[in-house]
Structure formats: C-alpha cells, structure tokens
C-alpha cells in the first residue's frame, strides 16, 4: 500500500492588535469627534460676546434701580426687584399706557408687513418660474432692495417722502393731482403707511428669494399632469405649489415676523430718535424710555418683556406647525 503524504493546511495567521495601535485608533476616532466642535467654536464664542453676555446684562440691569446718576458704575445701583416690570405692566400709568399702544402699534404693523411681504414675494416667484425674455434681469432686480444696505435704502426713502420736494408727492399730488395739497408722510397718521411702504419693499426680496428657491424642488411633472386634467393656473398654485411649500412657508412667516417685530434701524433712520405716535414702534419706544429718559432699569424690564413675548410667540408657532405636519403626513 502507498501512503498518501497529507500536507498540514496552515491557518490564517491572526493579527494580535497592539497596545500603540489602539491608542492611535481612539486619537484619530476622539479628533474625528471633536473637529466639528472645533469648526463651530469661533461663531460659539461670537454668539457669546455679541448676544448672550449683553442679553445676560439686560436681565441683571432690569432688576436695578438704574438711572443716570449710576451711568459710571452701572454695578453699584441698587436692586428694585419687579418694580421695574411692574411700572411697565401698569396699564392704569402712562408709562404702561405708552407701552401697550405701542405694543398694538407693533403687532398690527408687523402682520401688515408680513402679510404683504409673503404675498408680493410668492407671486413674483410663481410668476418668474415661466421661461421668457428677461426673467434673469427680472430676479436680478427684485433682489437689489435685499441687496442694499439699510441706512441707504431708508435715507433714500426719507427723501422721497419729503413734503415740498419729494418724490411721492410730486408724483401723487402733483401729477395725478391727489389731494388738495402735498401730505405729510413723516408726521402724523401718514407715518404708519410710510413705514410700512419701506418695510414692505425691504423685507419681500427676502420672501421672494426664500419662495423662489423652494419651487425648485417642485417637480414639473405635477403640473404638467394638473394641467391634462383639465386644472388651471389657481388650482395648481392652491392644490401643488402651497402645499408643496409649505415646511418653506413655516420658516419664512417666522423669520419675516422676528425681523420686522425687532426691527429698530427702519424706524430709527426714517423718523430719528423720536417716533411719531402713529409709527411708534416698540423697538424704537424701548430705546427712548432708555436713552432719553436715561431710565435704564426700565427700558431693561421692557426688553425682557419683549423678549418673553418673543420666544411664547415662537414656541407656539412651532408646536402649531409642527402638530400641523404629523396631522398632515397622517
């Protein structure tokens, strides 16, 4: 009988992990770990020194006695706990009276605006979508007021509303012959509308561009089959594209809303340092109640209000919509 010669099948060698080698695997795993927090540190500390210190001293000085015989050593005043939210909350005083118009001011210019900048800014997107002759030089230009900066824009407006030399009335008194003389568009009643003229043609770029950027991710398709069914150009835009932007819509109504409610440096650069009654708006009242009156300690308690009102106002706004959305994917 022969024997076969069986050869020894060798096995795999396995690979012992060294003690070097596994520290450097959990170096290189702890810094792929640790880069985004270092990308994200330099605007982690701008927001702390630009927003949350001074948002931090706004609180602490809404609880002193801060007036300007404590200007140089801000510190050493003493604390009045709640009467400075209770002097601003007393509506019976003329310092609450003057807030809470102001405050109704406020909310009634900040939906005006709103409203106006969504509805101008989503029909010139709906309506730039088409392909023809100009509509790159159509976008271009709809973006110049966004593109401007603000103390430009609104210097430019405060010339236009001049009385005697003015654009807006020489071209509605003096040419279309409105009205039996020139009005006053920075005083008075009128002051509201002008406001709200500049708010509007500053904020809708904004919602145009917003609105513009969402359709893009509407299929051409949906269209195109609503329109073999016979849909017009309403029920498309009612049924396809509001539906379709809506989670885009959500964002852009609160943006617009924390803007325009915020805004001081429109108010401020049109009227100056004081507001007529009718465009009295909160941020602008905030600011005289402190600078002028140099009452620190309440213009504070009025910031604190503000911002309470500011961040209920969101939070709602977010459980709505996002109650809004399960219902709706359901």
């Known amino acids: ?6 050869t020894p099948t060798r096995e795999p060698a396995v690979r012992k992990a060294t003690p070097g080698g596994a520290r450097t695997t959990r170096r290189s795993g702890r810094r792929r770990l640790a880069l985004p927090y270092l990308l994200l540190l330099p605007a982690l500390l701008l927001e702390l020194l630009v927003h949350l210190v001074p948002m931090l001293m706004g609180i602490a000085m809404s609880f002193k006695e801060l007036t300007q015989f404590y200007i140089r050593d801000w ?14 909350l007393d509506f019976d005083g003329a ?6 118009k102001s405050f109704l001011t406020t909310c009634q210019f900040t939906l005006l605006s709103v409203g106006l900048c969504w509805l101008l800014g989503t029909a010139a997107a709906i309506l730039l979508q088409e392909n023809f002759r100009g509509r790159g030089f159509l976008r271009t230009l709809f973006l110049v007021p966004y593109a401007l900066p603000v103390y430009a824009a609104v210097i430019t407006w405060a010339f236009m509303f001049q009385r005697d030399n003015g654009l807006i009335n020489h071209v509605l008194h ?3 012959g409105m009205g039996d003389s020139p009005a006053f568009w920075l005083i008075g009643d009128n002051s509201f509308w002008a406001l709200l003229a500049v708010s509007v043609w500053k904020g809708w770029p904004f919602a145009f561009l917003t609105v513009m950027a969402g359709l893009q991710n509407i299929p051409r398709d949906m269209y195109e089959a609503a329109a073999l069914d016979g849909a017009g150009i309403w029920k498309q835009i009612r049924h396809i594209t509001l539906p379709s932007l809506r989670s885009v819509n959500q964002v852009l109504v609160l943006v617009l ?12 650069v049109l009227f100056g340092e004081a507001a007529p009654e009718a465009a009295d708006l909160i941020s602008l009242h905030i600011y005289q109640s402190s600078f002028q009156t140099w009452n620190f300690g309440t213009g504070s308690a009025m910031s604190v209000l503000l911002l309470l009102f500011l961040l209920l106002v969101t939070g709602v706004y977010l459980l709505l919509t996002s109650r809004g959305r399960k219902t709706s994917d359901v």
């Open 1 to 6: 009988m022969t024997q076969t010669a069986v």
């Open 75 to 88: 510190a050493s005043a003493p604390w009045s706990g709640l009467d400075n939210f209770s002097v601003s």
């Open 95 to 100: 310092v609450g009276q003057s807030l809470l």
């Open 174 to 176: 003096d040419q279309l």
């Open 257 to 268: 809303f924390l803007w325009t409610f915020n805004d001081f440096n429109t108010p401020f």
